[in-house]
Nanobody, 124 residues
Framework: QVRLVESGGGLVQAGGSLRLSCAASGRTFNAYTMAWFRQAPGKEREFVAAISWNSGRTNYADSVKGRFTISGDNAKNTVYLQMNSLKPEDTAVYYC?????????????????WGQGTQVTVSS
């Protein structure tokens, strides 16, 4: 059974930085894609970034390009989301997701495994 556990959320001022972590367990993740989604109050869950364990290829939402970086540590089965130049509109619950495919997908319906989420709040 795949288990994903996020950490690293918190309160930060606009312009600040946070690094989220997602620790994965229960499988060998070589053929998995890991992703981050976020959901603000009253809004749908949206794609943020994804990385393929196999190829290292990444994909980002336009709203975070140039500010956020997704990376992975295969030895630790952990995926990170480095968030810089944070804006109040980045405030949301951030979720880690995973599924066994090689492509880097941005549709939340493609992901079967989800973490419990971690709150990120950016004050103005």
């Amino acid at each position: 059974q795949v288990r994903l556990v996020e950490s690293g959320g918190g309160l930060v001022q606009a312009g600040g930085s946070l690094r989220l972590s997602c620790a994965a367990s229960g499988r060998t993740f070589n053929a998995y894609t890991m992703a981050w989604f976020r959901q603000a109050p009253g809004k749908e869950r949206e794609f943020v970034a994804a990385i393929s364990w196999n190829s290292g290829r990444t994909n980002y939402a336009d709203s975070v390009k140039g500010r956020f970086t997704i990376s992975g540590d295969n030895a630790k089965n952990t995926v990170y989301l480095q968030m810089n130049s944070l804006k109040p509109e980045d405030t949301a619950v951030y979720y880690c997701a995973a599924n066994q495919f090689l492509s880097v997908r941005f549709n939340r319906d493609d992901y079967d495994y989800w973490g419990q989420g971690t709150q990120v709040t950016v004050s103005s």
